[in-house]
């Protein structure tokens, strides 16, 4: 172990990457998301829709799957972690591996981590390429001081070929410093 630590703190740090084939649903984000109308209006679980100019409630909508991903991952930046949890109830396809990824990091951040790591096992068996879920799950273990485990997930990350990507250089940040992300 202490020798994969310090492959880790000798590592370089590369900027982080954004593009699609990332095993994690296609989207990378190297960001925090922008507020959208979805914080700076909406009150509980709804979601902005452009189309009508108001919020709506997510099943009652007609918006598709990546608005809704969008609007889960801004309202768990904002901290809004049960409105995200209900935006994900709405989804269609609770099977979705971005579903499950979002609602293991949305347990994990109230603190319900058995929980979350239940979340982030479904997300890989649907889709073991999904260094996102790799990454959060790895966070949450360097958040458990469990920095073991977090390795083996950064060295999956990199297995699967997302190093230099968000997924990796931020769970090997994490490693390093003890300090997780939030989006």
């Not at 296609?26 to 909406?42: A, D, F, S, V």
């Not at 360097?142 to 990199?158: D, P, R």
Request: hydrophobic share 35%; glycine share 10%.
């Amino acid at each position: 172990m202490r020798l994969a630590l310090a492959l880790i703190l000798a590592a370089p740090t590369f900027a982080f990457a954004a593009g699609g084939g990332s095993g994690d649903g296609g989207t990378t984000w190297t960001n925090p998301p922008k507020p959208t109308q979805t914080t700076k209006t909406c009150k509980g679980i709804k979601v902005w829709d452009e189309k009508k100019k108001r919020c709506v409630k997510p099943k009652q909508s007609s918006l598709d799957t990546d608005t809704l991903y969008g609007a889960v991952r801004e309202l768990a930046y904002d901290g809004r972690y049960q409105d995200a949890q209900g935006v994900l109830r709405a989804m269609s396809d609770q099977n979705d591996d971005r579903v499950l990824t979002y609602w293991g990091f949305t347990h994990r951040k109230l603190g319900q981590t058995a929980l979350a790591n239940a979340y982030y096992q479904k997300a890989l068996a649907v889709n073991p390429d999904n260094i996102l879920a790799r990454s959060y799950m790895g966070q949450g273990y360097v958040a458990e001081g469990k920095t073991e485990l977090a390795i083996h997930q950064w060295k999956e990350i990199k297995a699967r070929g997302g190093e230099g990507s968000w997924a990796e250089v931020s769970l090997r940040k994490a490693i390093k410093t003890g300090l997780t992300y939030n989006y």
